[in-house]
Structures are given as structure tokens and as C-alpha cells.
């Protein structure tokens, strides 16, 4: 019946642009929902998101090791060449070679921080960090090298 | 106790003994006309600021917080801003209906503050037609719009100011139909006389279902009628960047945005007069205390009270409702506000003939 639709129309209208407004009542009455973050201020007390993502690093242990074998699958995975891994041979002690890397370089200043090769890596070596002021004078210095001096491959890690 | 009336009684009274009668009101219409920019530019100054918190607070934001405490001074610096750029006025535009169009808009709007009510007795004009006299003025700033946005000689102009005039045009009739509800049930079109009514409660609680119905169609169509969100698409700015005052710059655009404002005031204004019983303090039928209590609070207060609830009210439809297309505009206008209204004037008229209101 023509006048029920018309009824209906306007209760169901009327009714989710109350329920609209509900929340951003909610949302004003609610200060502590704010998320701004007044950034040079709060420096010290800064809340980022958990899905923040900043620049590439590889997690070392107190015993400086890693995880990374230097099996290149984030090089490969990168969309624009912003890892490059320079790998050696290292011998194992029962006399056999073993591919290692040798130098990680990052280029953080060609980094789209897409995650590809944080989701490449097989063992977990490399993620994400969230510091975000990169700021330098000198570009070369935004090209980074991520493992760290003497440090070496985990033992277990395959 | 602190009374508007007391103060203008005092003044006129000085007037008219010192001075002979004619210069006496001449004065007086000077003191008005001071009061009324002083009022406009505390208003604008005041509402801008509002918006902007409200709308931060509403989007999960802080707004403005950097010019003075809790960001007080912001539009202050902003309105010094305007003031000190170019008025640039286009090579091919119109320029005498060009430079005219924020002045008629203004002007409209100082126009209708005339029989507002800000207080009790602290009245401009008190007109025997006051509420007609709203309505037809009230329609006159779409003359200025449809120049400004002729004259611009930018085709987004043109349309966002044809938009509004379509827009203005039809929302006007159902805004005058729940208007119309309340000048029933009081049987006078007179600002004071309504107000006078409801001394014994708002209404809004006095006149049942139909009169919260002639309350909420007359929120929507001032909040079109003002041009504002979610019947912004005068002014779209993903379409017609500003619409007709696109090519407006320094103060003539002040002019228009702050007309914007005054205008949000003075809808409200009327809306808290006819519907909740503008200066007359919170009473409920016979509660003799209760009444005497509330007389304790001034009247300015309530009035300003109510009035900024309401401005509230449709900031919060502003940043909650997304904006409509030119064609569901024009269906919620004639396929539902309007019949609703027609058939809601009828039992309103029901209601005060038979006396079933309180």
C-alpha cells in the first residue's frame, strides 16, 4: 500500500539520521576521544598507531645476532629497488659453504613503507620501525646500512 | 535584579527629557544601528568560533587552539586577515551589481533582526505582523545571491546561486506551513503576543505531536533556507568550489560568510521564539514555585540560551548529514516536508479549534 511505503520511508529516514547523529553527539560530548596529537609539543608522549610504519630495520639480539641468511627474498620483493643485499660465504665448521650477508644497505629516502619485504622475509629478520623524523642536510645519509658491525647470523636460523 | 528592559527604560527617559522628541528618536535610531554592527560583529566572531570547535569536537579533532586561550582570538586574526586583503573585482563581471550583492545580503539580515525579541520588552519593532514580516524578508537575500552569482561571470557561480534560488524558493513554503501551526494555535501574528502565550509552557510541550512536527520541518527548512549543510550544494565546494560568491574576495566575502551567520542566528532566533516560547522563562501550567523560581533566571538568558541550543542543533546536522543531490533536495521538499506539513496545519487547526492544546 502506497501510504504504508510512504510511512515507512519517512521512520526509516528519520531514524538512521538520528542514529548518525548519536555518534557524533557521542564523539562531542566525549573529549577524551580526541585523537589529535599536537606533534612538537608532545614529543615525549606521542601515541602512534600500532599500524604505523617508518622506515625498515632488522632486529638484532643483546648477543648482536640476527636472523637474516641473506637469502635476498626482500630485495626481490621490493617494488623499487630500495634494498640492495650484498652477501659472502661464510664456512660452516664441518667444512661446507654457507651463504650469508654481508652488508644490508637500505635506501631509506626510495622507501614507499609498503611492507613487502617485511612480508617476504622468511625469518622474520627485518620490520618495521616508527620513528619518522628523518630529516638530514645530507642525502647520503638517508642510505643506511641495517645489520649491524660483527654481528652474525643466529644459530638455528636456516 | 539584571534587566535589558530597566536599562532601555533609563536611556529614553534621558532621551526625551533632555532632548526635543524628534531628536530624541533620532538618537535612538543612531544607539540601534551601533548596537545592531556591534551586535553583527560579535555574532560573527562568536558563531565562526563555534562552528570550528563544534565541528572539531564532533570530527574528533581539537579545532582551533593557538591564537589566545583555548584559541579565543582565532577568528579575530582571521576577520584581520580579510580585512586587510585585495577586494578584487573581476575584469568582465558586473561591477555595480557585483559590488552591491554583499550589501543587500547584509542588509537583509540587519533587516530581520528588527522585530526580534532579545529580551523582555528589548524588542526593535514590535510589529502587529511581526512573523510575516520575517518570512517575506527573510526571502529577499536570495535576490542577492542570484546577483552575486549573475554578476560574477563564472558559470559555477551562476549555477550555485540558481541552486539556491530553487533551494530557498521551495523551502520557504513549508517553513512558512510550521510557522503558520504556531501563528494558530496563538491567533496572532505578533512577535510579543506569542511569546505572551506561553507563558503557561512552550509550544512545544503545549500543542501535542503536531506542533513537534511543525518544530522539526521548520529546523530542516531553515537549515536549507540558510544554505548550509546537508543543503550546502549552493556553495558545494567538490563542485562548484564556493558557488555564487566563488569570485568574492577580503571583505566582501566577509560580508557574505558573516550573512551566513547572522542569518543561522536570526532562523534560530524565530525558531526559539515561536516553538520555545523565546524570552519567557521555563514554566509548567500551575507549578507557582516552580514558575517563580525559573522568573529568577533573566530573560536575556533564556533567550540567548535557546537560541544558541538551536544553533547548535544545526551545527550538528551540518557536520553529522552528507550533502544532498539537487534532485533529492527537491524530493524531500515536495514529496515529503510539504504534504507532511499540509496535513500536519490541518490537525494543528483541529487542535485550536477544538481548545485541546493546555
Known amino acids: 500500500m502506497f501510504l504504508k511505503e510512504y510511512i ?59 636472523a637474516c641468511t641473506g637469502c635476498t627474498a626482500c630485495e626481490l620483493a621490493c617494488p623499487n629497488g630500495t634494498i640492495k643485499v650484498i652477501t659472502k ?23 614507499t613503507m609498503c611492507n613487502l619485504c617485511v612480508e617476504a622475509c622468511p625469518t622474520g629478520a627485518i620490520s618495521m620501525a616508527q620513528n619518522f623524523e628523518h630529516s638530514v642536510y645530507d642525502r647520503n645519509k638517508l642510505t643506511k646500512r641495517l645489520n649491524k658491525p660483527g654481528s652474525k647470523v643466529r644459530e638455528g636460523v636456516e | 535584579m539584571f534587566s535589558l528592559e530597566g536599562i532601555t527604560k533609563t536611556i529614553q527617559d534621558w532621551l526625551f527629557s533632555s532632548f526635543s522628541p524628534t531628536v530624541a528618536l533620532l538618537i535612538e535610531c543612531a544607539i540601534i544601528i551601533l548596537l545592531a554592527i556591534a551586535l553583527f560583529a560579535l555574532l560573527g566572531l562568536v558563531l565562526v568560533l563555534m562552528e570550528r570547535k563544534v565541528a572539531a569536537h564532533i570530527q574528533i579533532r581539537l579545532g582551533p587552539n593557538r591564537v ?23 575584469d568582465m563581471a558586473d561591477k555595480f551589481l557585483f559590488n552591491l550583492a554583499p550589501f543587500i545580503v547584509m542588509i537583509v539580515a540587519m533587516l530581520l533582526l528588527a522585530p526580534i525579541a532579545f529580551a523582555k520588552n528589548f524588542q526593535i519593532w514590535d510589529i502587529n505582523i511581526g512573523v510575516l514580516y520575517v518570512s517575506a524578508v527573510s526571502s529577499l537575500s536570495v535576490i542577492g545571491i ?17 541552486r539556491s534560488g530553487a533551494q530557498i524558493v521551495s523551502y520557504e513554503l513549508s517553513a512558512g506551513l510550521a510557522i503558520l501551526s504556531v501563528v494558530v494555535l496563538t491567533g496572532s501574528l505578533q512577535i510579543s503576543d506569542i511569546i505572551e502565550s506561553q507563558k503557561d509552557g512552550w509550544w512545544l510541550f503545549k500543542g501535542h505531536i503536531p506542533v513537534i512536527i511543525a518544530f522539526v520541518i521548520f529546523l530542516i527548512a531553515v537549515t536549507a533556507e540558510t544554505n548550509r549543510a546537508p543543503f550546502d550544494l549552493a556553495e558545494a565546494e ?6 555564487f560568491h566563488t569570485e568574492y574576495s577580503g571583505m566582501r566575502f566577509a560580508f557574505f560568510f558573516l550573512a551566513e551567520y547572522i542569518n543561522i542566528f536570526i532562523v534560530c532566533s524565530i525558531g526559539a521564539t515561536l516553538f520555545l516560547g523565546g524570552w519567557m522563562p521555563l514554566h509548567i501550567g500551575n507549578w507557582e514555585s516552580f514558575n517563580h523560581l525559573m522568573d529568577y533566571i533573566p530573560s536575556s538568558v533564556w533567550f540567548m540560551g535557546k537560541t544558541f541550543f538551536l544553533i547548535f542543533l544545526i551545527m550538528w546536522f551540518r557536520w553529522t548529514f552528507p550533502r544532498l543531490r539537487v534532485d533529492q533536495l527537491l524530493n524531500l521538499e515536495w514529496k515529503y516536508l510539504l504534504p507532511i506539513s499540509l496535513f500536519n496545519i490541518l490537525l494543528v487547526t483541529l487542535i485550536a479549534i477544538m481548545g485541546w492544546h493546555f
Open chain 2, 68 to 90: 589566545g586561550p583555548g584559541g579565543m582570538f582565532q577568528t579575530v586574526a582571521d576577520t584581520v586577515k580579510l580585512i586587510m586583503k585585495e577586494g578584487l573585482t573581476p
Open chain 1, 89 to 111: 660465504f661464510d664456512m660452516t665448521p664441518e667444512g661446507k659453504k654457507k651463504k650469508a650477508v654481508d652488508t644490508f644497505i637500505y635506501h631509506l629516502e626510495l622507501c
Open chain 2, 238 to 243: 567538490s563542485e562548484l568550489t564556493a558557488g
Open chain 2, 146 to 162: 542570484l546577483m552575486a552569482g549573475w554578476a560574477s561571470n563564472n558559470k559555477y557561480s551562476l549555477l550555485g546561486a540558481m
Open chain 1, 8 to 66: 515507512k520511508d519517512v521512520y526509516n529516514g528519520v531514524t538512521s539520521l538520528l542514529k548518525g547523529m548519536r555518534k557524533t553527539g557521542y564523539y562531542f560530548f566525549h573529549t577524551k576521544e580526541i585523537i589529535t596529537e599536537q606533534y612538537p609539543d608532545n614529543r615525549d608522549t606521542l601515541k602512534l598507531a600500532e599500524r604505523f610504519r617508518g622506515e625498515v630495520v632488522m632486529l638484532h639480539d643483546e648477543n648482536n645476532e640476527h
